[in-house]
């Protein structure tokens, strides 16, 4: 499997950008999808995926303001971000979890940020 992440760049807070995840390859291995950043110096955390009842999950930071979702005929996630703000700031990855080695796949990473 192969992710191709785009959308990411730079906006004013209180704005809006839209993140999309496209994957190829063995896409049939794929068990779920979701959206995770990374802070500088901090560890990826999660944004946005799939809970155990197929419903998504929100980091609480960005309830309301995120919405992911999923298109499983063309393979790809989405992540609409509106109401931008400063702590927004990050590097988005695009992360599947597989039901083949390895597993777990992560995008290449997009810059998003959000100037005051």
């Known amino acids: 499997v192969q992710l191709q992440a785009s959308g990411g760049g730079l906006v004013q807070a209180g704005g809006s950008l839209r993140l999309s995840c496209t994957a190829s390859?063995?896409?049939?291995?794929?068990?779920?999808m979701g959206w995770y950043r990374r802070f500088p110096g901090k560890n990826r955390e999660l944004v946005a995926a799939?809970?155990?009842?197929?419903?998504?999950r929100y980091e609480n930071s960005v309830k309301g303001r995120f919405t992911a979702s999923r298109d499983i005929a063309k393979n790809t996630l989405s992540l609409q971000m509106d109401s931008l703000k400063p702590e927004d700031t990050a590097v988005y990855y695009c992360?599947?979890?597989?039901?083949?080695?390895?597993?777990?796949?992560w995008g290449q990473g997009t810059l998003v940020t959000v100037s005051s």
């Open positions: 390859g063995s896409v049939s291995t794929i068990e779920d």
């Open positions: 992360g599947v979890r597989l039901s083949v080695a390895p597993y777990t796949l």
């Open positions: 799939p809970s155990d009842d197929g419903t998504m």
